[in-house]
């Protein structure tokens, strides 16, 4: 026998049968034989939609005392070896196991139904309203014992994501992602066996924490795997979800929902302390740890690399969104788009002349923030690669990262003049056209950039990397690994 807080379930033989305890918790109410028939039918029914097999239907026992028949949700037994959780605690090879799971979930998603009341759930606002309710039952605890370091962190971290990105989850819903999914995706309620896993035990008591973004299911499973020590297999079983999905969303949404879920079970963690239960303080603090980390990586940056032609600030740039993970916008590039001619093809001009005039540098400015906007506001961090050479293109950029509520870091690539000219006798054809001339009128008018972080690009490339990451992620290890999206072909 096991028993949990609504329920008490029964092992016998090949079968397992779980009662509903006649209890009320407010936030469901079992009080009478109806109420644990209809929970119990709605069990088996949204169950079978992850493991038909194994939820076999609705039985009853009577007590020689009484006509009352008491529902009971008939289940096969499953082998508690084979549980997932004891698997990863044992080292085992999950992969096969963790692929099969992203790929059954990922079906269950696209057979799920889709309506206006599902749709409501995936909304910012929404997401919104339960982080809020989750930080103001976690305040209400804290005249009973301290909270654990990195709640206000949290909140603060949470509010400035969600606030820049409305239009992130308006198309999130629009691509149909938000879906009525499986609510509790544990380690430990899935079983591996040779035949394929078997999911069970979804949410079934209240419809609307079980309408979710598919990937918010999925982060449930991939920050359980966290906490059983397992972060590479949270990781892949993420990018697998991603892959059967073919779900588009920007790695720092996957950071932000594991963070909800660990925080969510922080909250649990932290009621079982107040309860008296064992180790439940220390494990409120580690899930709280965890959150803060994920929603550090989550957060998204706009970081301006500037410097002038031969400082080696576009080779920094490339390298520097590489190593981020991140979209790289150039300048160069974009100027030559807008004037309808490919990159590499020149367009050498005097200083402020032909495609440098005022005007086409404004104009390249423009759509190089409006593009960054975009992909902010989508939740994508992006690298800006141009000179940054005019006071206004930082105040514009400035104004840009506080409209999306992104983190501006600005680098200034600097090297001593004669490095710069023989980097420019050297160059080869690229999208850049600046000349050694260019370069010597334009350090004239160039004003200080105090606000920026000077990177020495004299040197090798990776030690210039390592100064740019020092800004670009200033808290190092205290971030969660950033999650790599599998290769998708484009539409």
Request: proline letters at 5%; one cysteine or more.
């Amino acid at each position: 026998m096991c028993e949990t807080h609504t329920a008490v379930v029964f092992f016998v033989g090949d079968r397992a049968y779980k009662l509903k305890k006649p209890v009320d918790l407010e936030f469901l109410d079992y009080t009478t034989v109806a109420a644990r028939r209809a929970a119990c039918e709605r069990e088996v029914a949204l169950n079978r939609r992850f493991a038909p097999d194994v939820y076999l239907g609705v039985g009853e026992v009577r007590s020689p005392d009484t006509d009352v028949r008491e529902p009971l949700v008939v289940m096969r037994r499953m082998p508690s070896a084979r549980r997932l959780s004891q698997l990863v605690r044992d080292g085992a090879t999950v992969d096969d196991v963790l692929r099969a799971v992203a790929r059954q979930l990922a079906t269950r998603h696209a057979d799920a139904p889709r309506s206006r009341e599902v749709d409501e759930q995936g909304t910012r606002d929404a997401l919104s309203s339960r982080w809020e309710a989750s930080f103001a039952q976690v305040h209400a605890m804290a005249d009973v014992s301290p909270l654990p370091d990195g709640v206000e962190e949290v909140e603060r971290l949470v509010r400035r994501y969600l606030a820049g990105r409305k239009q992130l989850f308006d198309t999130r819903i629009e691509q149909g992602r938000v879906v009525d999914g499986h609510g509790d995706l544990l380690a430990e309620d899935i079983f591996c066996l040779d035949d394929g896993p078997r999911v069970l035990d979804c949410l079934e008591f209240d419809d609307h924490l079980r309408y979710v973004d598919g990937l918010d299911d999925a982060a449930f499973l991939a920050m359980d795997l966290e906490q059983l020590a397992a972060p590479e297999a949270a990781a892949y079983f993420l990018a697998q979800y991603s892959e059967y999905s073919g779900d588009p969303a920007p790695p720092s949404l996957w950071h932000h929902y594991v963070a909800y879920r660990a925080f969510v079970r922080a909250k649990v963690s932290l009621i079982q302390a107040h309860q008296g239960t064992p180790g439940a303080q220390a494990a409120a603090r580690r899930l709280v740890t965890t959150a803060v980390r994920h929603l550090r990586t989550s957060a998204v940056g706009l970081t301006l690399v500037g410097g002038l032609p031969g400082s080696g600030k576009s080779t920094l740039s490339g390298a520097l969104a590489d190593r981020l993970g991140v979209t790289l916008l150039s300048s160069d590039r974009l100027r030559k788009e807008l004037a309808g001619i490919p990159a590499e093809e020149s367009a050498a001009a005097g200083y402020g002349e032909g495609l440098y005039t005022p005007e086409w540098t404004a104009k390249t400015y423009a759509a190089l923030l409006d593009r960054a906007s975009a992909l902010l506001s989508a939740g994508e961090s992006v690298v800006l690669d141009a000179t940054w050479s005019h006071a206004g293109q930082r105040e514009a950029a400035q104004r840009t990262a506080e409209r999306t509520s992104a983190d501006l870091v600005a680098l200034h690539c600097r090297v001593p003049g004669d490095v710069s000219a023989a980097r420019l006798n050297t160059r080869a054809p690229g999208a850049s056209d600046a000349d050694a001339d260019v370069a010597t009128a334009m350090a004239a008018s160039e004003p200080p950039w105090t606000e920026a972080v000077t990177v020495d690009t004299s040197g090798s490339l990776e030690a210039a990397v390592v100064q740019a990451l020092a800004a670009a992620r200033p808290y190092g290890a205290g971030q969660a690994p950033v999650f790599r999206r599998p290769y998708m072909e484009p539409d």
